[in-house]
C-alpha cells in the first residue's frame, strides 16, 4: 500500500465537474508534479488532499486510513498534511515569528520556548531570520512565501501540498523559493505539487501528471512525459510553453 | 489579421498644437460673483449693526467680516492680469508660454470665485438669521433663555450619556450572541440562524421610536415588577434591543470581510474553527468593525432623545418643558449644542480611523 492512495476521486461544485475520477497513488519520499492549463483541476485536486474540499465520489487514503467521508477528524489529518498557497496567506496581524509559531503552540502543544528555536533554526535556513519580527505586509513576495514553507513545515508535516507557489512571484524571486522546495525534495519529503514551472518538474518529479479537464490523461516518469508524451494534447500543451519561453 | 494596416503616416497625422485656454471670460464671472457678495455682506453688516443698536463689538464684527468679503476680489484680479499675460505671449508666438500664463490665470480665477461663493453664502446666513427685525435670532438663539435652562438641561444630558453608554455595552454583548447564532454552521444552527435573522429584520425594520414607546409604557404594564425601575432603565431597554440589530450586523460583516483564504490557511495548519476565529478572524476583523462600531454608537447616543416621548427627564424633555414655560425655542437649540458638542468629536475621529486604514490600504 502506497503512502498516499488518490482513488478515483470526483469533485463538482454544482453542475461543473471540476474532478472525473482521479486516481495517483504516492510512495513515502516521492515528489509527484501535477501540470496542466489553468482550470484543469490540479489545485483542486490538492485541496481535496488536506480536507479544504470535500470530495463527491471515490477515497483519498494517507498509509491506508481513509481521510475523506464523515468522522475523520480533519484537524488531526492537516496537522500531518502541510500546504502552500500560491498566494502565501500569511495571518496579516501577526510577525512572521508568531505566524510560524501559532499552529505548533496552538495545535501541537510545544512549549512556547521550543516553537521559538524550532521557528528561527527554520527561518535560518531558509535565510530569512533576521525577518523573524517582521510583518508580512513588509515582506517581498518571494519572502513571504519562504515564510509560508516554513509556517507548514514547522508542523513536521509527512507530506507537503504546494498549490503553484511560485506563479504569482516576481521572475527573480523564484530561484530562491525553488531551491527550498529543491532542497527539500532532496531530504526526502514526500510533495505533491501543481507548477507551471515545468523546467523544475522535470528535474525533481520523481512522476509527472498531466491533468486535463479534471483527469489525468497521462502520467509517468518525468523523461517520458517531457521527450517522449504520448497524447496529442499533451504534446500540444508542453509545444504552447515551450513557445512562450517556459520550458 | 496584419497590424501594418494600422500604422501608418496618413492615417496618424500630428494634431494641431492645443491652444491655450481663454481668461477673461471667466474672470469676468468671477468679478461679477465677488462684487454681488460684498453687496450682499455690506447690506447684512448694516442689519447686523441695527440689530444690535449699533454697539462697538457689532461694529468691529462687520467691519472685519467686511474686510474678509474683499479677499477674494485679490486671486480674481491676479486672474486679470493672467488674461494680459496669455494675450501678450500669445502675441509673441511663444505658444507653451501662453498656455501656462493662462492656466495659471484660471486657477487664481477659480479661487477668485470659490471664496466669492463662500462670501456670499455666509452673507445670505447673515441675512437669513436677521431678516425681519431678528426674528430668527429671537427664535432660536435667545441668551436669556440658555441662561436660564442650562443647569437644568445640563444635568438632564447626563442622563442622555448615561443611557447611550449603558445602552451600548448591553449592545455589544447581546449583537455579539445575536451574530453568533446567526453564524451557526449545518442544519443543527437552521433553527437559531432563522430567529435571529428574524430579530434582526423586524426590529430593524420597526422605527426606534415606536420601540421606546412600546418598550416604556408597554414594559410596566406587562411585567409589573419593572413598575419598580427607574423609567430610565426602560429607556436602556429599548435602545438596546433596537441598536443590538444593526450591531450585530457589523460584527457579522467584519467577519465576513475577512478574506476566506485566512480560513483556510488557519484550517490548513490544523486549528479548529474556535481557534481560527480566535487567533485569526476576530483580531483581524476587529479592527475593521471599530468605525461601523463608532457610527452605531454616535447614532444611539443621538437617539437617547427618544426617550423624551416616554417621559423620561433627558435632555430633550427638560428642554420642552422650558421651551414651553419661555414660549421659545432656544432651549431646544440648546440641546442640539449639547448633542453636536460631544458627537462632532467621535465623527472626526470615525473618519480619521476610515482614512489611516485606507491609506495603509493604499500603502500597503
Known amino acids: ?247 | 489579421m496584419s497590424t501594418h494596416s494600422l500604422v501608418r503616416d496618413d492615417v496618424q497625422q500630428a494634431p494641431e498644437p492645443s491652444a491655450p485656454a481663454k481668461v477673461t471670460g471667466v474672470a469676468g464671472i468671477a468679478l461679477i460673483v465677488d462684487l454681488i457678495a460684498i453687496a450682499l455682506m455690506l447690506y447684512s453688516v448694516k442689519l447686523l449693526r441695527d440689530y444690535n443698536h449699533g454697539n462697538t463689538a457689532s461694529t468691529i464684527v462687520g467691519v472685519i467680516l467686511l474686510l474678509a468679503s474683499l479677499g477674494p476680489l485679490w486671486p480674481t484680479f491676479q486672474g486679470f492680469l493672467g488674461a494680459g499675460k496669455r494675450a501678450k505671449l500669445l502675441g509673441d508666438k511663444q505658444l507653451v508660454a501662453a498656455r501656462r500664463a493662462a492656466a495659471r490665470g484660471r486657477e487664481d480665477t477659480a479661487i477668485g470665485i470659490g471664496y466669492g461663493a463662500a462670501v456670499l453664502i455666509v452673507a445670505g446666513v447673515l441675512l437669513l438669521l436677521l431678516t425681519n427685525s431678528g426674528a430668527v435670532a429671537d427664535t432660536f438663539l435667545r441668551i436669556d433663555a440658555w441662561r436660564q435652562s442650562f443647569n437644568e438641561e445640563i444635568h438632564a444630558f447626563w442622563i442622555n450619556v448615561w443611557v447611550a453608554v449603558v445602552s451600548f455595552i448591553l449592545v455589544l454583548i447581546f449583537g455579539l450572541i445575536l451574530a453568533i447564532m446567526r453564524m451557526l454552521p449545518g442544519r443543527a444552527g437552521a433553527p437559531l440562524r432563522l430567529i435571529a435573522t428574524v430579530y434582526c429584520d423586524v426590529f430593524r425594520a420597526i422605527p426606534a421610536i415606536v420601540t421606546v414607546l412600546l418598550v416604556a409604557f408597554g414594559v410596566p404594564l406587562a411585567f409589573t415588577f419593572t413598575q419598580t425601575w427607574n423609567v430610565a432603565w426602560l429607556g436602556v431597554l429599548a435602545l438596546t434591543l433596537t441598536y443590538s440589530a444593526y450591531v450585530a450586523e457589523v460584527y457579522r460583516a467584519g467577519l465576513a470581510s475577512i478574506h476566506p483564504s485566512q480560513t483556510a490557511a488557519s484550517r490548513s495548519l490544523g486549528l479548529s474553527y474556535a481557534q481560527t476565529l480566535r487567533a485569526v478572524l476576530v483580531p483581524q476583523a476587529v479592527r475593521r468593525m471599530v468605525p461601523p462600531l463608532m457610527n452605531d454608537f454616535i447614532s444611539l447616543q443621538k437617539d437617547t432623545a427618544l426617550l423624551s416621548v416616554a417621559a423620561i427627564p433627558e435632555v430633550l424633555q427638560v428642554a420642552q418643558y422650558w421651551e414651553s414655560k419661555l414660549f421659545n425655542l432656544a432651549p431646544v437649540t440648546l440641546a442640539a449644542l449639547f448633542f453636536i458638542i460631544i458627537t462632532i468629536p467621535q465623527a472626526r475621529f470615525v473618519d480619521y480611523l476610515i482614512n489611516r486604514d485606507a491609506a495603509k490600504r493604499a500603502g500597503g
Open chain 1, 1 to 247: 500500500m502506497a503512502f498516499l492512495e488518490i482513488n478515483d476521486v470526483r469533485k463538482s461544485y454544482g453542475h461543473t465537474e471540476v474532478l472525473k475520477g482521479v486516481s495517483i497513488s504516492v510512495e513515502r519520499h516521492e515528489v509527484i508534479c501535477l501540470i496542466g492549463a489553468s482550470g484543469s483541476g490540479k489545485s483542486t485536486l490538492l485541496r481535496c488532499v488536506n480536507q479544504l474540499e470535500e470530495v463527491n465520489g471515490g477515497e483519498i487514503l494517507i498509509e491506508g486510513d481513509t481521510v475523506t467521508g464523515a468522522g475523520v477528524d480533519i484537524n488531526r489529518l492537516r496537522r500531518d498534511v502541510g500546504i502552500v498557497f500560491q498566494s502565501y496567506n500569511l495571518f496579516p496581524h501577526m510577525s512572521v515569528l508568531k505566524n510560524i509559531m501559532l499552529a505548533p503552540t496552538m495545535v501541537a502543544g510545544v512549549k512556547d520556548k521550543e516553537a521559538r528555536e524550532k521557528a528561527m533554526t527554520l527561518l535560518e535556513s531558509v535565510g530569512m531570520a533576521e525577518k523573524a519580527d517582521a510583518y508580512p505586509d513588509n515582506l517581498s513576495g518571494g519572502q513571504q512565501q519562504r515564510v509560508a514553507i516554513v509556517r507548514a513545515l514547522a508542523m513536521e508535516p509527512r507530506i507537503m501540498l504546494l498549490d503553484e507557489i511560485t506563479a504569482a512571484l516576481d521572475p527573480e524571486l523564484v530561484g530562491d523559493v525553488l531551491e527550498i522546495v529543491r532542497e527539500l525534495a532532496h531530504d526526502g519529503l514526500t510533495m505533491l505539487l501543481a507548477t507551471h514551472e515545468m523546467g523544475f518538474a522535470k528535474e525533481v518529479a520523481t512522476q509527472v501528471c498531466f491533468l486535463e479537464q479534471g483527469s489525468i490523461l497521462e502520467k509517468g516518469p518525468p523523461e517520458q512525459i517531457f521527450e517522449n508524451p504520448q497524447e496529442e494534447r499533451t504534446q500540444q500543451f508542453l509545444s504552447r510553453v515551450v513557445k512562450s519561453g517556459r520550458l
